[in-house]
């Protein structure tokens, strides 16, 4: 009878390890090099290269203390100009790590997966970041997979108290947890965020990007830590993901196009987003948006669309859906407001120029902490066209009297159940 050698092979890898590793490190070790021999003969198998890299064998110290960023890089950069289908190993263990780039094009590479199973610890030191950069950046690549079930910790706690974003419209935007920038066919799963500088994610001019089965944290007074903020990108699906910030659970800015949100866990936080639009010259329309599914907890927002008065140019945002959702003790669970400001003051000299149209709210329901739990307030020189209503109940969190409604510049189509009444 012949000898399968691949099997043999497999066979012979376990044996070794397991004989010779007796402690818990050396058995994950055990376990991961099995898994990779694994995946490495399926590749084989179908006539492609496998390629597996770790960053402790580039000198990672994982002691929690050195900063291990150029450890990263080297070995970023041999997987990066590797072939075939690609594995960067990021074991068990706390890394210290300044900002870094991981950038392609990998141009002779698959697809990579980045199997990120240690836990990243941030530089506090902001005068190693450049401005409005990310502290962990992906950049011009395709087919890239990350994962594995670690953490990136932003340690943001020492840099909140810098952010003067809330006051001012100049403000020096600080470190993003991870930004994807430029990135094709992107998938993201089983990650925990923690305690971001600013944004948690942010995505860029991505295309064909899903991320699902994510744990993002910040305290409910961290400032700007929105969760994931999506930009001029198509075709996003976020999914079955845990949220809980100091602002958005996920904002949808300018550009984007086909973007689906499900199944999110959101809260503390602001809600679900679209927007801020209409804050700069040149912005790009918001086409196709569906937001379903989810559960909204004690934020100071349900799904809302905010737009700034006073626009510089005409831009639009239409077609968008938000359905099933359940609003638990939300303070404005549904929510269009075009004289958005977050400041102290802003020019109201004109009235916003994004145009909204072909929204849906259907079977939106739960309780407001606030007696007003729908507000439409709508741009008096672009009045929102196509507003639709389909059984929406929302009752006060108290219970001891019935919400409200508030529109202007609106005219809603309602069909089924309507708690609180329609506005007149």
Request: charged fraction near 20%; charge should be positive; aromatic fraction near 8%.
């Amino acid at each position: 009878m012949g000898i399968d050698i691949i099997g043999m092979g497999l066979i012979y890898v376990l044996f070794f390890f397991l004989f010779f590793c007796v402690n818990g490190r050396e058995l994950e070790l055990a376990r991961t090099g099995v898994q990779m021999l694994e995946r490495r003969s399926t590749a084989e198998l179908k006539g492609e290269k496998f390629h597996f890299f770790n960053v402790r064998s580039f000198g990672a110290h994982a002691d929690g203390h050195t900063d291990d960023r150029n450890a990263f890089l080297k070995a970023w950069n041999e997987a990066c100009g590797s072939t075939g289908k690609v594995e960067l190993l990021i074991p068990k263990g706390t890394y210290l790590i300044g900002p870094i780039r991981f950038a392609g094009p990998c141009r002779n590479v698959s697809s990579i997966t980045v199997l990120m199973k240690g836990y990243l610890k941030a530089t506090k030191d902001l005068s190693k970041y450049e401005p409005s950069s990310g502290w962990i950046e992906f950049r011009w690549m395709e087919d890239l997979n990350l994962t594995g079930g670690g953490t990136f910790d932003g340690q943001g706690f020492e840099a909140w108290p810098h952010n003067k974003c809330r006051v001012s419209a100049h403000c020096k935007l600080l470190p993003t947890n991870l930004k994807f920038i430029g990135t094709n066919r992107t998938a993201v799963q089983n990650i925990t965020s923690l305690n971001s500088k600013f944004f948690h994610i942010a995505l860029v001019n991505c295309k064909d990007f899903k991320g699902s089965q994510m744990n993002i944290s910040a305290p409910g007074n961290s400032p700007n830590t929105d969760g994931i903020h999506v930009d001029r990108s198509s075709n996003v699906y976020i999914s079955r993901s845990f949220i809980g910030s100091g602002d958005d659970c996920i904002s949808v800015g300018q550009g984007n196009s086909h973007i689906t949100i499900a199944g999110i866990i959101c809260g503390p936080g602001h809600g679900i987003s679209v927007g801020s639009l209409g804050r700069y010259p040149n912005e790009k329309d918001v086409n196709g948006l569906l937001v379903k599914d989810s559960i909204i907890i004690g934020t100071t927002n349900g799904v809302r669309i905010k737009t700034w008065a006073d626009s510089p140019d005409s831009s639009e945002a239409t077609n968008m859906t938000f359905e099933n959702i359940i609003m638990i003790n939300v303070k404005n669970p549904i929510i269009i407001d075009q004289t958005y400001c977050p400041f102290i003051s802003c020019s109201l000299k004109a009235p916003s120029r994004v145009k909204l149209s072909n929204i849906y709210f259907k079977n939106i329901r739960g309780t407001s902490s606030s007696a007003v739990a729908v507000t439409l307030k709508c741009s008096q020189g672009n009045p929102c066209q196509n507003i639709y209503f389909h059984d929406v109940h929302l009752d006060l969190s108290s219970g001891n009297q019935h919400a409200t409604s508030s529109c202007s510049n609106v005219r809603v189509k309602y069909s089924g159940t309507q708690i609180p009444p329609p506005c007149d």
